[in-house]
């Protein structure tokens, strides 16, 4: 079974048909998916302008980064979760948008490079990582969230 075979047979099974044809389901489900990213860009956020040392720079980025860790990985997780039930709904759609598939490739990248070099350089004490590399690595991130975040927006305009 190909790929497109599969999103096919996905889409138009009887329960998603259902949760398609109902007027409040998607946009429940969409909204909620929206408050998840809402979580993760407040986490993001947070952490990497305190890497720019544009905010809170009273603040350990230690304990910020741990802080925010928790409110990262609950938003992913509605995320994600949302995420999948809507790529359900209209899977052969989403099949063929570019900005989907843009969008799925900067998520498997944020959420790796999050998890390793990020990570890594928030939770070192202050003295052990360069200013520049900090800066760096919260551009690159920033970058790679704002990246989801457009591909996602740009998936209803096809």
């Given at each position: 079974m190909s790929l497109?075979?599969?999103?096919?047979?996905?889409?138009?099974?009887?329960p998603l048909h259902a949760m398609?044809?109902?007027?409040?389901?998607?946009?429940?489900?969409?909204?909620?998916?929206?408050?998840?990213?809402?979580?993760?860009?407040?986490?993001v956020l947070v952490v990497d302008l305190r890497l720019l040392g544009v905010a809170l720079?009273?603040?350990?980025?230690?304990?910020?980064?741990?802080?925010?860790?928790?409110?990262?990985?609950?938003?992913?997780?509605?995320?994600?979760?949302?995420?999948i039930l809507l790529f359900m709904c209209f899977a052969t759609k989403y099949y063929y948008l570019t900005f989907f598939w843009v969008k799925m490739a900067a998520l498997i990248a944020v959420i790796v490079f999050t998890r390793s070099v990020h990570r890594r350089v928030a939770l070192a004490?202050?003295?052990?990582?360069s200013p520049i590399?900090?800066?760096?690595?919260?551009?690159?991130?920033?970058?790679?969230?704002?990246?989801?975040?457009i591909g996602g927006r740009y998936i209803g305009f096809p």
């Open positions: 497109l075979e599969f999103c096919r047979w996905l889409q138009y099974s009887a398609r044809e109902s007027p409040i389901f998607f946009p429940i489900v969409a909204t909620i998916h929206l408050m998840g990213l809402a979580l993760i860009g407040g986490a720079q009273n603040q350990p980025v230690a304990g910020l980064a741990h802080d925010a860790e928790r409110w990262l990985f609950r938003g992913l997780v509605v995320m994600v979760t949302t995420g004490k202050d003295g052990d990582v590399r900090r800066k760096v690595v919260a551009l690159v991130s920033m970058f790679l969230w704002t990246t989801v975040a």
